[in-house]
């Protein structure tokens, strides 16, 4: 599973340089900011995501793991709420939320929980945090 993760965060960096590049001069430095912001932040919420995943792999040895990176989730989109008025953002995090609060719940429960929804939104963050 190692270089898929490489692979992800490989191409995670090289979106966020591509942002970077892709953001017109005359834009001022606060729109150029908030983008490579909004695009890091994306890039930490990704990053947690594949974290649950292997934690959630794992959960038999360590169950305490995948709360712990449920918490660091739930932090990062917190912080990401908070510095953003763009509504697209907005519904991308609300809908990651969601998909996350689920999680929490079939952890919760002992179920398996079902990460598709939260891969699709947290794709879906990182799109519309792109230019």
């Known amino acids: 599973?190692?270089?898929?993760?490489?692979?992800?965060?490989?191409t995670a960096v090289t979106a966020l340089a591509a942002v970077a590049l892709a953001v017109p001069v005359t834009v001022g430095c606060g729109a150029v900011e908030k983008a490579l912001d909004c695009a890091q932040l994306a890039l930490e919420i990704s990053n947690d995501v594949d974290n649950l995943q292997d934690a959630l792999a794992g959960a038999a040895l360590d169950p305490q793991q995948a709360d712990k990176i449920l918490d660091a989730l739930d932090k990062d989109i917190d912080k990401m709420g908070d510095?953003?008025?763009n509504a697209d953002v907005g519904k991308a995090?609300?809908?990651l939320q969601k998909a996350?609060?689920?999680v929490q719940k079939s952890v919760d429960s002992g179920k398996d929980p079902d990460l598709t929804p939260v891969k699709?939104?947290?794709g879906e963050l990182t799109k519309v945090c792109s230019p």
């Open 93 to 95: 995090i609300d809908d």
């Open 1 to 10: 599973m190692a270089p898929r993760h490489r692979h992800r965060r490989t």
């Open 83 to 85: 510095r953003t008025d």
């Open 100 to 102: 996350v609060d689920n």
């Open 120 to 122: 699709d939104a947290a």
